[in-house]
């Protein structure tokens, strides 16, 4: 074999290998809503951008940040093996805006992961929750859930990919309970179990209403603040209540649990000891929305 062949050929190999390479690698698209609440809470460009920091650390990841709510161009979904929503939910919740339910159920079929943090798992009642139901397992329904500030004390978790190194801890948060899951719990794995304190369960912020009254009396009871589906698409779902408050973030096992949920919905292994990456104070305080 001449020099000059053998010279093509192995441009030709690592041309090949480069290619497969980049193939390999798993898009996951980071979306953060628009500014919302005070300063220190709800910093979804902060939060997402520290998610993005960690997660590029991953030779098999390529993380795609989008910012200011649903993308403007929709072609960021192309090739997404999941995709991660941290924003304002409810009524105006992007996701449910202007037939937009319909491009997601798109994703959906094609076996895309779906995660939504914290205020990104309320919808209203009806279609979108239906949808949400299906996607990712339950979602926050105004009226029958509630959102109030407590301590969290999450003393164990269940054998999953996503708990992989993941150690108990106590934070204080807005974490949503009651959550409206699917009939039977039918394939939703609970990741987060905490049984808030007879104080929190007399409604201190929003509470159930009407004939749902009766779950406040319901003292003692473990609530489920974090779960994951298999959907019988192929893909994964995972909500989060919490992330209200930004520094909730610089917890370390708060922090791997996440990024761990994350990588799981991508259809990614998760490490032995749990997805890896130290984020320090200086860190936490970046990209945090200017708010008075």
Same mark, same amino acid.
């Given at each position: 074999?001449? /020099?000059?062949?053998?010279?093509?050929?192995l441009?030709?190999?690592?041309?090949?290998?480069a290619?497969?390479?980049?193939?390999?690698?798993?898009?996951?698209?980071?979306?953060?809503?628009? %500014?919302?609440? *005070?300063p220190?809470?709800?910093?979804?460009?902060?939060?997402?951008?520290?998610?993005?920091?960690?997660?590029?650390?991953?030779?098999?990841?390529?993380?795609?940040?989008? &910012? @200011?709510? !649903?993308?403007?161009d929709?072609?960021?979904?192309?090739?997404?093996?999941?995709?991660?929503?941290?924003?304002?939910?409810?009524?105006g $919740?992007?996701?449910?805006?202007n037939?937009r339910?319909?491009t997601?159920?798109?994703l959906?079929?094609?076996?895309?992961?779906?995660?939504c943090? $914290?205020?990104?798992?309320?919808?209203p &009642?009806g279609? #979108?929750?239906?949808?949400?139901?299906?996607?990712?397992? *339950? =979602? =926050?329904e105004?009226? =029958?859930?509630?959102? #109030? $500030?407590?301590?969290?004390?999450i003393?164990?978790?269940?054998?999953h990919?996503? +708990?992989?190194?993941?150690?108990?801890f106590?934070?204080?948060?807005? !974490?949503?309970?009651?959550?409206r899951?699917?009939?039977?719990?039918?394939?939703?794995t609970p990741?987060?179990?905490?049984?808030?304190?007879?104080? +929190?369960?007399? *409604?201190? /912020?929003?509470? %159930?209403?009407? #004939?749902?009254? $009766?779950i406040?009396?319901d003292?003692?009871?473990?609530?489920?603040?974090?779960?994951?589906?298999?959907?019988?698409?192929?893909?994964? *779902?995972?909500?989060?209540?919490?992330?209200?408050?930004?520094?909730? !973030?610089?917890?370390?096992?708060?922090?791997?649990?996440?990024?761990?949920a994350i990588?799981?919905?991508?259809?990614l292994?998760? %490490?032995?000891? @749990?997805?890896?990456?130290d984020?320090?104070?200086?860190?936490?305080?970046?990209?945090?929305?200017?708010?008075?």
């Open positions: 074999m001449s /020099s000059p062949f053998r010279a093509l050929l441009m030709g190999l690592v041309l090949v290998t290619s497969a390479q980049a193939v390999e690698k798993a898009k996951i698209v980071l979306i953060a809503g628009n %500014p919302s609440h *005070g220190g809470d709800h910093e979804f460009n902060a939060g997402i951008l520290l998610l993005e920091t960690c997660l590029k650390e991953l030779p098999n990841v390529n993380p795609v940040v989008v &910012k @200011g709510g !649903w993308p403007k929709e072609s960021v979904f192309d090739g997404a093996a999941s995709v991660v929503f941290f924003m304002d939910g409810g009524g $919740h992007p996701m449910i805006q037939g339910l319909k997601m159920q798109a959906m079929d094609k076996g895309v992961g779906l995660a943090l $914290h205020y990104a798992v309320e919808v &009642k279609e #979108p929750g239906d949808k949400f139901r299906d996607w990712i397992g *339950g =979602y =926050y105004t009226g =029958y859930s509630t959102n #109030p $500030h407590w301590t969290a004390e003393k164990g978790f269940p054998k990919p996503i +708990t992989r190194g993941v150690k108990p106590a934070v204080r948060d807005e !974490w949503y309970f009651n959550m899951f699917r009939p039977e719990m039918k394939g939703v990741i987060i179990v905490a049984a808030p304190d007879d104080k +929190t369960r007399e *409604g201190v /912020s929003a509470s %159930p209403r009407g #004939p749902y009254k $009766h406040l009396a003292k003692g009871r473990d609530e489920i603040l974090a779960w994951a589906v298999e959907r019988p698409d192929g893909g994964r *779902g995972f909500g989060f209540t919490g992330a209200h408050a930004h520094k909730n !973030w610089g917890d370390p096992n708060f922090r791997k649990l996440v990024l761990n990588l799981w919905s991508a259809k292994d998760v %490490p032995d000891k @749990g997805m890896e990456c984020v320090s104070e200086e860190e936490l305080k970046k990209n945090l929305d200017p708010k008075k």
